[in-house]
């Protein structure tokens, strides 16, 4: 039994079957990237949008959902999918046509419901509207990309927004019975231990169903790329990404669905840190670290400080 409150296990006690995301590439892009706001993107995302590596870009939705289908089948003997749209910005485009793509990976058999991962400035009610319709008739998860709560690293690392919009969205789409799962970058330049527990705390309060944490990558042609050459980015190493994850875990509430707690950038593409393309090696790390504290997942949740949670 895992000591935290896996989402793999949740979608195998929801379906009563193996259930694998597939990642997939809509051809949209970002305000960050297109000039809305800037054209530099964030300072870890490629050209490809960040943690998108292996994804069969430019083809129909449904050829790459049946690609990754037979992946799938292959590795992991799946027999129900989640099409999970995950480069780039997947609610940045006009209604009509979030619609219609939805639609077709819907229509692919097998599939069983939808991640949509975007930015907390691509929200609108409108878009909300369509997410709330298709969560009414299908499984469906909003990955929301806040990254940090501290203003001064999402400043740093050029995203465009600041906490309050990440609050104000995730607000909107709560009123609207929408599964949030908030997206944390640990390692950010400048953050502290303290800082990331303190977006820890912010997660409990807000409620979010499900949350996602990274580690920084440092991926080639990238902003940060840049800085680290010049050695101007510490990385966590391995031990402290370990632990800090645990720390983290310790104090989460323990209904939060914990979605990721690693990644790798992909051999190709990744200058560093290296350690974290063994991503199994992380997991049982973790894991490992866990068991030698004796804690589990909110062990140190204190649910007198979030027994009124923001609602408005």
């Known amino acids: 039994m895992k000591r935290y409150?896996?989402?793999?296990?949740?979608?195998?006690?929801?379906?009563?079957?193996?259930?694998?995301?597939?990642?997939?590439?809509?051809?949209?892009?970002c305000p960050n990237r297109d000039g809305t706001l800037d054209t530099a993107g964030c300072i870890y995302c490629g050209g490809h949008g960040s943690g998108s590596h292996g994804i069969l870009r430019g083809l129909p939705v449904a050829v790459q959902i049946d690609d990754g289908k037979q992946v799938m089948w292959r590795k992991y003997k799946a027999s129900r999918f989640i099409a999970y749209f995950q480069a780039y910005s997947n609610t940045y485009a006009p209604v009509e046509q979030l619609k219609q793509l939805y639609e077709e990976a819907l229509a692919v058999p097998d599939v069983v419901g939808l991640i949509i991962a975007t930015r907390p400035d691509c929200l609108p009610d409108a878009i909300l509207d369509l997410l709330e319709e298709f969560s009414q008739r299908s499984y469906l998860w909003l990955e929301l990309g806040m990254q940090s709560i501290h203003d001064s690293s999402l400043s740093l690392a050029n995203r465009c927004h600041d906490h309050a919009c990440s609050v104000d969205a995730i607000l909107r789409a709560r009123q609207r019975g929408l599964n949030v799962c908030a997206h944390i970058i640990l390692g950010?330049?400048?953050?502290?231990?303290?800082?990331?527990?303190?977006?820890?705390?912010?997660?409990?309060?807000?409620?979010?169903?499900?949350?996602?944490?990274?580690?920084?990558?440092?991926?080639?042609?990238?902003?940060?790329?840049?800085?680290?050459?010049?050695?101007?980015?510490?990385?966590?190493?391995?031990?402290?990404?370990?632990?800090?994850?645990?720390?983290?875990?310790?104090?989460?509430?323990?209904?939060?669905?914990?979605?990721?707690?690693?990644?790798?950038?992909?051999?190709?593409?990744?200058?560093?840190?290296?350690?974290?393309?063994?991503?199994?090696?992380?997991?049982?790390?973790?894991?490992?670290?866990?068991?030698?504290?004796?804690?589990?997942?909110?062990?140190?949740?204190?649910?007198?400080?979030?027994?009124?949670?923001?609602?408005?």
């Open 5 to 29: 409150n896996a989402f793999s296990d949740e979608l195998k006690r929801h379906f009563g079957c193996k259930v694998q995301r597939i990642s997939i590439d809509a051809g949209l892009t």
């Open 188 to 312: 950010l330049p400048g953050e502290t231990r303290e800082q990331m527990l303190e977006t820890t705390e912010e997660l409990n309060r807000l409620g979010v169903e499900g949350v996602k944490l990274h580690l920084l990558h440092v991926m080639k042609e990238t902003a940060l790329a840049t800085m680290y050459q010049r050695g101007d980015v510490p990385l966590l190493e391995k031990i402290d990404y370990v632990r800090v994850v645990c720390d983290i875990l310790e104090r989460l509430d323990p209904q939060i669905l914990i979605h990721r707690l690693t990644g790798d950038g992909g051999h190709d593409n990744l200058v560093a840190p290296l350690w974290s393309l063994k991503k199994f090696e992380v997991l049982n790390a973790i894991d490992a670290e866990l068991r030698q504290r004796g804690t589990s997942q909110g062990d140190l949740f204190n649910s007198g400080n979030v027994s009124r949670r923001a609602t408005s």
